[in-house]
């Protein structure tokens, strides 16, 4: 039987286990990227780690999320990630430089090799054939050093494209597409691999806005073949020499098969606030717009910006509306600067913003009270933006443009019939970054000529809090009960205020579930011990390790929740926290306040692989709760979490920082 590309990849690099659906793997890791907001404790892991150098063909340290540095906590973070990219072995890309995924696609991302990177994102580069995976931070430290990263083997599903996208219709449609048909929780514990005719016609760029997205139907990766696309695109950064034919077998088998008929997509949108309430933007067509932004890891290409571009010469956007182009990329901007696009951008009423996430986590340009934003990112979680009960509407550049043209959403088709002279920007090869625009060297530090060499730590620059092994007896209260589809920004938002603490753990903790109830972190610091209870889809978006550290200092021992998101539940195992699975009726019947006691010796029956766990709550009733972990997950648990385990394996081999 033939090979999907996803098991080719795995394959090559398949340390440990086989390649059965839902068996535990362990892979090599070629690459690995990291970002200022996680970047941190990426390294402080693995400095207490005790390794000394990266053992990745590559390493690569971003600033990207908080670039404005508001607040020096920031600029520290910034200084000490420098230090630590110089001293143990990373490139090192100065904030303002762009988005991690933007950069590392455009300057290190290549066919086949393995990815890990601390951002729920990092599948993007997936649109030129690598298996790029996004995970907590120390699940990067210790790959970093070496150690195998493990998985649970995804189901790989073809998405067999067919046709061609019409007019006015983009890539970010056909994701939303996916969203609108499979939901946020769609994708978990799969790999989406895009096959058929459609492939081709479809640019690096569009298929890395497709891949990107991914991410926000809950599937471990997304990954395209090469072709001729890819080499083209990998020419134009100098690194033609990287490209590889990748394809799967002809006899592959997949999991599943889904069939996207491009030809018959169609401008969409995702509502407020959730990625997957999408709608034809026709349905909602009419609702006045206050401000529009282009950018993102999704759409802030230099490809991405070019239509806004196009649409907009010898154009003024509405009164109504404010626009903002934040390029992913410096080179982006620096290419939107040299063929003119900034002017015409700029006399059409746009504003420009440094390449940064900024507004896609609330850091400037938040939308006003009772506003309306169109924005072409991929996340809009209820107060992502920075303000509660926000508006926040996820579109193609090209709807967003139109938007902003019309100061009201309108599909763009609608509007070019209305205004006679609106054509539609379409893409040509020929208009990509084109001749000479190389790697990005001015902004990037190699690690064989570092500017520093020993670790520089500000003031709010704390340790990584351990966790003591499992104990026998846990018991406690239910500090919180909550709906499904939490997100990590419920547990442990980014905007501003809070993001500045991501490197002090005592004090970020204060923040944490502030959104759901502000009274939890006190109530939890004074409760000895406790736990969570969630519906399904608990931790779906970001892989802040911060949504599992977080509720670890404060002192929850476990989280009862109808199913996890891949990567915060392996956060939680990482910080010594009980994923535990409970049934619908179970969640109904839960209260919280009432008092759990897990009725079994914890610790051994962790040890001993026991699935069902006997639940007493109030002295009264009892229900039970699944734990769903591997042998090496058992042990994880068992020891406290990630850090020590992998402490006393290697105190213990005296070798490797492997975590097994
Ligand atoms: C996000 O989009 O939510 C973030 C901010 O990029 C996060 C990373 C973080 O929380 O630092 C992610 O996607 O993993
Ligand atoms: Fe940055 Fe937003 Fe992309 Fe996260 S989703 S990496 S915050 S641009």
Known sequence: MGQTLTEKILDDHLVDGELETGEEIGIEIDQVLTQDTTGTLVWLQFEALGLDEVQTELAAQYCDHQTYQFDFKNTDDHRFLRSAAGTFGAYFSRPGNGICHNVHKENFAAPGKTLLGSDSHTPTPGGLGQLAIGSGGLDVAVAMGGGAYYIEMPEVVEVRLEGELPEWATAKDVILEMLRRLSVKGGVGKIF??????????????????????TELGATSSIFPTDERTEEWLEQFDRGDEHVE???????????????????????????????????????????????????????????????AKMLEGRTIDRRAEMIVAPGSKQASEMLARKGWTAELMAAGVNFSEATCGACIGIGHVPASDSVSLRTFNR?????????????????????????????????????????????????????????????????????????????????????????????????????KMEDNITTDHIIPATQDILMYRSNIPKLSEFTLSRVDDTFAERALKSDGGFLVAGENYGQGSSREHAALCPMYLGIQGVFAQSFARIHRANLFNFGLLPLEIDEATYENIEQGDDIEIVDDVAEAVRSGTEEFTVRVNDDWEFTATLNASERERRILADGGKLSHTKKQAESDGAAPADD
Do not use: H, W
């Not at 691999?193 to 991914?214: A, D, F, H, Q």
């Not at 997509?265 to 932004?293: F, H, N, T, W, Y």
């Not at 139109?402 to 379409?426: C, F, H, K, N, T």
């Not at 625009?437 to 990037?444: C, L, V």
């Open 193 to 214: 691999e895009y096959t058929g005719p459609g492939v081709e016609s479809l640019s690096v760029p569009e298929r890395t806005t497709i891949t990107n997205m991914g």
């Open 246 to 308: 990748l394809a799967p077998d002809e006899d592959a088998e997949y999991a599943d098969q889904i069939t996207v008929d491009l030809s018959e997509i169609e401008p969409l949108i995702a509502c407020p606030s959730m990625p997957d309430k999408v709608v034809p933007v026709r349905e909602v067509a009419g609702e006045s717009v206050d401000q529009v932004i282009i950018g993102s890891c999704t759409n802030g290409g230099y490809e991405d910006i070019l239509p806004t």
């Open 380 to 480: 809009n979680f209820e107060g992502r933006s920075g303000i509660e009960e926000d508006n926040v509407y996820l579109c193609s550049p090209e709807v967003a443009t139109a938007a902003a043209i019309a100061g009201e959403i309108v599909d763009p088709r609608d509007l070019a019939d209305e205004l006679g002279d609106l054509e539609a920007p379409g893409f040509e090869l020929g208009d990509s970054y084109a001749e000479g625009m190389g790697r990005s060297d001015a902004d990037i530090i190699n690690p064989d000529d570092p500017v520093d060499d020993e670790l520089i730590k500000g003031p709010n620059i704390g340790d990584v809090p351990l966790k003591d092994e499992l104990g026998a007896k846990l018991d406690g209260p239910a500090l919180l």
